[in-house]
C-alpha cells in the first residue's frame, strides 16, 4: 500500500505552504521528511516515513534522516515506520535498539480502516451493511445525484460545510488558507478529488480524496445540516470508492480510527460509520523520536513533563 504522505503530490503540497521539505531515496527505501518548529526548536518530520524494504533498507533510512537532520540544525527526527521491513510486534524493540523513543503522542493515527478494491465492486457492496448498499443504489430517487471536481474554487463547497459542522459539534477545523492551499496543490494534478453531492442541483454534502499510486484516502467531509435525513455521506463515500476502483487504485484508506477495546474514545462515532463499509483494520508502530541534539531534546522532555505534572 502507498502512503499518500510520503509522495511527490504531498511533498508538493508542504512547498506550497512554505515548507521546507526533503526527499531522499536510496537501494530498497525512500523518505519525505518536513522541517517542522516545536518548543524544543527544529524538527524533521516523517509522516508515514521511511519507508523501506528491509531492516537494512531502514537504517540506510535512518542515517540519511540522522545526517539532514544535523545538516539543517533539528533537535530530533521525528518518524512513524508504517512500512519499513519489520511488522508492528516487534517495532518497540527495533526502534528502542536504534536509540529511539516513543513521541509524547501520536501524529497521525494508528490505527486505520482499509477498504480492499480487488475482484469486483460488487462484492465490495457485498461487505458493507445493507444501509449502506441501498442508500447507494437507491438515493437518486429522492433527487441525489454526485458528481467528481478537480476545480480548486469548488473546494468552498466543502469549506461551507466544515464550518457548519464544526459549529455544531464545537470543534476547531482546519483553515479554509490550509485547505485551499492543498486544493491547488493537488485537484489540478489529479492527486485529489472532491466528490460532491447535490439535491436538485444544490451541494448538499461533499468529500475530499487524495490518491497515492494505488491508494485513495478519505481525507476532508461534511454535509449540509439541513439535508441530514437523506445521509447523502453515505452514499457519497460509496460514490468515492466505485470511483476508485474505475481509476485502478487498490484500495480506500478511510484513515484513524478508535480502538475496538475503548468505546468512549473521541472516535468512536465516525469509527462505526467507517466499519460499516466493510474493510479491516490495520495497526501501525505509531510516532517515534530519534534525538539528534540529545542535550536538548532532553531539555525539551523534562519540560514537557513539568508542564503536564503542573495541569
Do not use: C
Not at 504522505?5 to 531522499?24: F, K, M, Y
Not at 516545536?38 to 528491509?54: D, H, Q, R
Not at 490505527?111 to 448498499?133: C, H
Not at 447535490?198 to 439535508?227: K, M, N, V
Amino acid at each position: 500500500m502507498e502512503f499518500f504522505l510520503q509522495s511527490p503530490a504531498w511533498a508538493d503540497v508542504q512547498r506550497a505552504l512554505g515548507r521546507t521539505v526533503h526527499e531522499e531515496s536510496g537501494p530498497g527505501w525512500h523518505f519525505l521528511a518536513v522541517e517542522e518548529k516545536n518548543p524544543a526548536g527544529k524538527v524533521l518530520y516523517a509522516p508515514y516515513g521511511p519507508v523501506a524494504e528491509s531492516v537494512e533498507a531502514f537504517d540506510a533510512a535512518l542515517a540519511a534522516l540522522r545526517g539532514i537532520a544535523r545538516r539543517s540544525g533539528a533537535v530530533f527526527v521525528r518518524l512513524e515506520p508504517v512500512s519499513a521491513g519489520f511488522g508492528v510486534d516487534e517495532a518497540p524493540a527495533l526502534l528502542a535498539a536504534r536509540g529511539m523513543q516513543p513521541a509524547p503522542a501520536n501524529q497521525q493515527p494508528e490505527l486505520s480502516w482499509i477498504v480492499d478494491l480487488e475482484g469486483d465492486f460488487k462484492d465490495v457492496l457485498a461487505s458493507m451493511k445493507p444501509t449502506n448498499r441501498n442508500l447507494y443504489r437507491n438515493i437518486h430517487k429522492k433527487g441525489v445525484t454526485f458528481r467528481s471536481s478537480q476545480d480548486p474554487a469548488e473546494i468552498s463547497v466543502l469549506l461551507d460545510f466544515l464550518h457548519m459542522t464544526a459549529a455544531r459539534n464545537g470543534f476547531k477545523p482546519q483553515s479554509d488558507e490550509y485547505l485551499s492551499t492543498v486544493a491547488a496543490s493537488l485537484l489540478p494534478a489529479g492527486a485529489g478529488t472532491l466528490f460532491i453531492a447535490e439535491l436538485e442541483g444544490t451541494p448538499i454534502a461533499a468529500a475530499f480524496a487524495y490518491d497515492s499510486a494505488d491508494t485513495r484516502t478519505y481525507a476532508h467531509a461534511a454535509l449540509d445540516d439541513t439535508h441530514r435525513k437523506l445521509s447523502a455521506g453515505i452514499p457519497l463515500l460509496v460514490t468515492l470508492m466505485a470511483d476508485a476502483k474505475d481509476q485502478g487504485l487498490k484500495h480506500v484508506d478511510l484513515w484513524g480510527v478508535a480502538p475496538e477495546d475503548q468505546p468512549d474514545h473521541k472516535w468512536a462515532g465516525f469509527t462505526a460509520f467507517k466499519k460499516s463499509f466493510g474493510g479491516r483494520e490495520v495497526a501501525y508502530p505509531g510516532t517515534w523520536d530519534l534525538p539528534v541534539n540529545k542535550l536538548r531534546y532532553g531539555a525539551y522532555q523534562l519540560a514537557r513533563k513539568l508542564r503536564d505534572k503542573l495541569r
